[in-house]
């Protein structure tokens, strides 16, 4: 079935209510925390208080006699068992051919600890407050180090160094296009805008923090882990092959309700490795549930990029090649997909929506003595739209062109476009979302509003941003090309019951995005059935076949393909059935709105009849019909999918106190076909105010001289609320996705990706009249009242 005719069935396009909500809204919900295994105990983790030590001794000889306690394990535990680090990088090579440093990242730190949150210890016992108790009591006697967290530091000179295989910080050098080509351009260039910024650093914090619980079964010779965790299956597959050693079969990995992720749980942490590796040396169960101040250490962080851009330009405005510097801070260890943020996530998206005929990146990647950075909503896509939006916009400025228009004389225009850094965008219309922007977020009468704020003293700026974006991830064909270790597919399962209701089991999970609504309307639409027929099953290795997991705003157009992919063998399938019940050939038999017909006649037979003839054979053929309709497949994309848009932020500025207030945001996207338009609103919703959040008030901040995390708590990191983000006014343009049979794009980190350079391109725009040139995110009162008296000044 090709992508138009999947968009005509019933169900596809329609806002159903979640199906998933009734057991969240009335409590029902199961997340790792509230899962009891018999025998269980608990554990804690002792964590480093330096950002930077050499351990001279852990004593855990007090601990170990505290009530309750079962065991008190470190990395000499670790070293003797022959537990290995972790898995480190989905990208092996950087551009000079050199393999990129993997330091070791023990499950326990071993001689050394390298940021303030790293895992010295873990105490298991009866109760928490056993666990918490004992934690105190281990005794670990540290030699401090100075440490470095900022990655303008680490590339010093002299520099404290984190690890023996990287003395001088330098983790890899990965580039991406023709220099030499761009160096040309830029000779010939009639202006050049230059722009250096900071792309700040994250916490993810998902509503639910990072929980698991592991058991060991002696019966079987094998484990069970609880996980709050976004891809299970490759949790496993990490867990068993790389670290433990196990058989992959000998672990099943449960996700089971999962409250958010946000990318932060995709990755194989520490926890979950200690508790499965100590639930068979302790022989019980072990849960383990992180605070708010630990998820803070120890969640793998968001972006932390330090860039030099250059953008040459003809004489009428247009693009002719763009050069850039990031230098990337990995924190102290590198994380699963850490390595593939700053490079094929994000230097392959600086071609954005406009025909820049050469581009040029390059990126340094550092150790820190901070948390490990990875994934988080956008991962590499936010920094680079972040960076080109600012740069477009600033050009405009000084070639004296709006905002709009600089953008509209250099979009792509024809598809499918071959871009210098390696993607090829299938199909898009960028002028007629930045026209229905316009029109939503009515710029014809914006003077007047810009009169009316000035007349209550306030300064009113608009900010625009063109974002595109690579999503489903990751085609294998084109991540292997960039080095990536493997591509990504998906695996789907649809097994018929007899009665003709539907159970699906899909390597996708859902931790918000409600896919246990919009799979079953894409399963419904197909068989015709109704939604309520199908249920849909993921994060547990012990039932989904396999699955590569959710994020990169993947699960429909790759997961939702591979069950459309299986969809196509059940249909073929059931035609036959459907043949031998109605006596006659295959060929002849068409399947619409869950009917089987012969064409040209008025016979018929339902899909219910055709999926109980499946189990109950009736006269079969069984020389050529199995029984049974249960189909499983594979997809694996042969390109991204690159969903676009325009968002026009427009703010109030009080020039007296620095306060931004954004009085209106419009975004309209291309999301290409669409089965569910109120989940998709809610993705937007929820990617806007997070955009919002890194734009104007979130800020992970490192104390240059002692390593502290200084905003480790919600004290101090300003989450975005309810009353900080506006009525958020969205609209659409439709252009379906040609290489899935959807024609879907993904949408659950757009909003997250186009929102923060309008909003800070806004407020640049109302602070012009002061003079105020420049402003890193945060754009916090204390920033703006500060850039606007150095202005002044
Ligand atoms: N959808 C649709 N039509 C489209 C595109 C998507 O109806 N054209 C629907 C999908 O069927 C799905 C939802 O919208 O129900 C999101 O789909 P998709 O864009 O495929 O994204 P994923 O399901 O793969 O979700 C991942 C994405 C990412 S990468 C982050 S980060 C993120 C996000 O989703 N984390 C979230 N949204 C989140 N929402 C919540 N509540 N919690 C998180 O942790």
Redesign the pocket.
């Known amino acids: 079935m090709g992508a138009s005719d999947f968009s005509q069935l019933p169900h596809i396009g329609e806002s159903l209510k979640r199906k998933e909500d009734y057991r969240f809204l009335t409590g029902a919900g199961q997340y790792t925390d509230d899962i009891i295994l018999p025998n269980m105990h608990h554990a804690v983790f002792v964590r480093s208080p330096h950002a930077h030590a050499n351990i001279r001794k852990v004593d855990k000889s007090a601990a170990l006699k505290a009530p309750g306690v079962i065991g008190v394990l470190d990395g000499n535990d670790v070293a003797a068992d022959k537990v290995a680090g972790l898995p480190c990088g989905w990208l092996i090579t950087d551009t000079a051919g050199q393999p990129m440093k993997e330091p070791p990242h023990p499950i326990l730190a071993f001689g050394k600890v390298r940021y303030v949150g790293d895992h010295v210890a873990m105490v298991v016992a009866d109760t928490l407050e056993n666990a918490k108790n004992a934690a105190e009591l281990v005794d670990v006697d540290y030699d401090p180090l100075p440490a470095v967290v900022d990655v303008r530091d680490a590339m010093k000179q002299g520099a404290p160094s984190l690890h023996e295989a990287a003395a001088d910080n330098h983790c890899y050098k990965w580039a991406i296009g023709d220099k030499g080509q761009v160096d040309a351009a830029f000779s010939g260039a009639a202006h050049v805008t230059k722009i250096d910024l900071i792309n700040n650093r994250l916490a993810p914090n ?1 509503m639910e923090p990072r929980a698991a619980i592991a058991s060991y079964n002696r019966a079987g010779d094998d484990y069970t882990l609880y996980v709050a965790n ?1 891809n299970p299956h490759v949790e496993r597959l990490l867990m068993t092959a790389f670290v433990l050693g196990l058989p992959e079969h000998k672990v099943r990995v449960i996700a089971p309700d ?8 995709i990755f194989l942490y520490a926890e979950d490795v200690c508790l499965t590796w100590a639930s068979k040396k302790l022989n019980c169960a072990i849960k383990w549930t992180c605070d708010r101040s630990e998820a803070f250490l120890s969640d793998a962080h968001g972006r932390d990029h330090v860039t030099h851009a250059e953008l040459a330009l003809d004489k009428d405005g247009r693009f002719l090649a763009f050069r850039v510097h990031t230098d990337a801070n990995l924190g102290a260890y590198l994380s699963t997909f850490s390595t593939a943020v700053p490079t094929i996530l994000y230097a392959t998206l600086l071609a954005g929506q406009y025909k820049t005929p050469q581009i040029y990146v390059e990126v340094d990647a550092w150790f820190t003595n901070t948390s490990p950075v990875d ?5 590499g896509r936010p920094e680079a739209t972040y960076l080109l939006e600012r740069i477009v916009t600033r050009a405009a400025w000084e070639t004296g062109l709006s905002q709009d228009e600089i953008r509209r004389r250099n979009f792509i225009t024809e598809f499918p476009y071959q871009t210098p850094v390696a993607l090829q965008y299938d199909t898009g219309d960028f002028p007629a979302c930045m026209q229905k922007a316009n029109e939503l977020a009515e710029m014809s009468s914006f003077e007047q509003r810009k009169a009316a704020s000035k007349a209550k003293g306030l300064l009113r700026g608009v900010g625009y941003s063109s974002y595109i974006e690579a ?2 991830l990751a085609p294998s064909n084109v991540a292997g090309a960039l080095g990536a270790r493997a591509g990504l597919f998906e695996c789907g399962e649809v097994r018929v019951h007899p009665t003709g209701s539907v159970t699906v089991f899909t390597g ?1 999970h ?6 246990e ?3 079953a ?2 399963v419904a639409s197909r068989l015709g059935l109704d939604p309520s027929q199908v249920d849909i099953v993921h994060g547990d290795t012990g039932r989904v076949p396999f699955g590569m997991g ?11 393909a591979a069950i459309m992919r299986a969809l196509d063998k059940i249909e073929a399938k059931a035609k036959k059935i459907a043949a031998h019940l109605m006596e006659t050939g295959d060929a002849d038999v068409e399947f619409a709105n869950g009917e089987f017909t012969v064409k040209g006649t008025d016979k018929k037979v339902t899909f219910g009849q055709v999926a109980l003839t499946a189990y109950v054979p009736h006269n079969y053929p069984l020389d050529k019909l199995e029984p049974g309709l249960n189909e499983t497949a594979f997809y694996d994309p042969t390109n991204f999918t690159y ?1 676009a848009g325009t968002h026009i932020c427009e703010v109030e500025v009080d020039p007296n106190t620095g306060v931004v207030r954004i009085d209106r945001f419009t975004a309209v996207d291309d ?7 109120m ?2 609103e ?2 937007v919703h ?2 806007l105010t997070q955009g919002i959040g890194q734009a104007l008030l979130e800020n992970c901040v490192y104390d240059r001289e002692t390593g502290q995390l200084v905003t480790g708590s919600f004290m101090d990191y300003a989450m975005p609320r309810a009353d900080d983000v506006p009525d958020f006014r969205l609209g659409h343009v439709t252009t379906p996705c040609t290489t899935n049979p ?9 909003g ?1 990706i186009g929102s923060p350079p309008a909003v800070i391109n806004a407020v640049l725009d109302a602070l012009a009249p002061l003079g105020v040139k420049d402003l890193d995110m945060p754009a916090s009162p204390s920033r703006v009242w500060t850039a606007i008296q150095a202005a002044k000044a």
């Open positions: 998902p976004q999962v409250g958010g992720g946000f990318g932060a749980k994934a988080y909503r956008g991962a999503c489903g996708s859902s931790h918000g995005q409600g896919h609504t919009t799979f309307q894409v959710t994020y990169g705003s993947r699960s429909i157009s790759v997961g939702g969903p999301f290409g076909t669409i089965i569910n338009p989940i998709v809610g993705q929820g990617g959807l024609g879907t794009k993904g949408c659950g980190e757009a997250a």
